[in-house]
């Protein structure tokens, strides 16, 4: 009866994760060919595509692996929200949502938005954030209490 509990744990563990990988592709694929309007607090606003891909890597260990994200607006003006879903070793799947302080870096078409942001990991410590999207490129750097690292995206679409 006691080696039943491990792996019944395993199991919803399992269906939880299927889940919420499915929620996030669902939430994909409806992105496709969308843009999002970020605001200003100024009254300007700008659009950017709302799905990107790219890698990821961890400058301490070299870790790295696939990124995507889904780039969404928020009903305040100056910012942003993301949900990332990571990939290491093609099998462990991280996602993570998060609201980002978003500025534009000029009043032309072609300037691009600067953002940053952290969010608490208990434990782990915090997770900080900041980076530029420039046309249809998304570069971003990270750090936390053990690593530290970049994230490297296109526009998906």
């Known amino acids: 009866m006691n080696r039943m509990k491990p792996q019944l744990l395993l199991v919803c563990i399992l269906l939880f994760g299927a889940g919420c990988a499915s929620n996030y592709q669902r939430n994909w694929d409806n992105a496709a060919g969308k843009s999002s309007v970020i605001r200003s607090s100024t009254g300007s606003s700008m659009t950017v595509p709302a799905r990107w891909s790219g890698t990821w890597l961890s400058e301490k260990s070299g870790h790295n692996g696939s990124l995507r994200c889904i ?8 910012e942003i929200h993301t949900w990332f879903d990571s990939r290491y070793a093609k099998v462990l799947r991280f996602k993570m949502k998060s609201t980002f302080a978003a500025e534009r870096t000029g009043s032309s078409p072609a300037s691009g938005l600067r953002f940053s942001g952290s969010d608490s990991l208990g434990i782990f410590g915090v997770y900080e954030r900041e980076g530029e999207i420039v046309g249809d490129s998304f570069r971003s750097s990270y750090r936390a209490k053990h690593d530290h690292g970049v994230f490297e995206m296109r526009a998906a679409d």
Not at 71 to 78: A, G, Q, R
Request: no cysteine; glycine share 0%; aromatic share 0%.
């Open 71 to 78: 780039l969404l607006p928020t009903e305040n003006p100056d």
